[in-house]
């Protein structure tokens, strides 16, 4: 079993940045995926980002490309999401999940495919 614990998260003025952490334990965290969903609240759970287990391949949903940097280090096991830029929209509480190797793009942003989940971290951006 993986244990993911998220922490980073906080209150910005829009224009700030953020950066998440994911927390892991367990051998094989570092050949595990690793993606970030967010849900704000009234609306559906979303992708946000995901990352290969060897780092080499990453993903992101359309709104927070330029913005959102997605990175990891296995030597840790952990798990970051660097957000700048951010805006009243990003406002939702952000989880970290990891699962079995993923290499498509498609694949990364399916929430089913993640077995492990952390309990999620509070990102508030003022207006």
């Known amino acids: 079993q993986v244990q993911l614990v998220e922490s980073g998260g906080g209150l910005v003025q829009a224009g700030g940045s953020l950066r998440l952490s994911c927390a892991g334990s367990?051998?094989?965290?570092?050949?595990?995926?690793v993606g970030w969903f967010r849900q704000a609240p009234g609306k559906e759970r979303e992708f946000v980002a995901a990352?290969?287990?060897?780092?080499?391949?990453?993903s992101y949903v359309d709104s927070v490309k330029g913005r959102f940097t997605i990175s990891r280090d296995n030597a840790k096991n952990a798990g970051y999401l660097q957000m700048n830029s951010l805006q009243p929209e990003a406002t939702a509480v952000y989880s970290c999940?990891?699962?079995?190797?993923?290499?498509?793009?498609?694949?990364?942003?399916?929430?089913?495919?993640?077995?492990?989940w952390g309990q999620g971290t509070q990102v508030t951006v003022s207006s």
């Open positions: 999940a990891a699962a079995v190797t993923l290499y498509s793009d498609y694949a990364f942003r399916v929430a089913n495919n993640y077995a492990y």
């Open positions: 367990g051998r094989t965290f570092s050949t595990s995926a």
């Open positions: 990352i290969s287990w060897s780092g080499g391949r990453t």
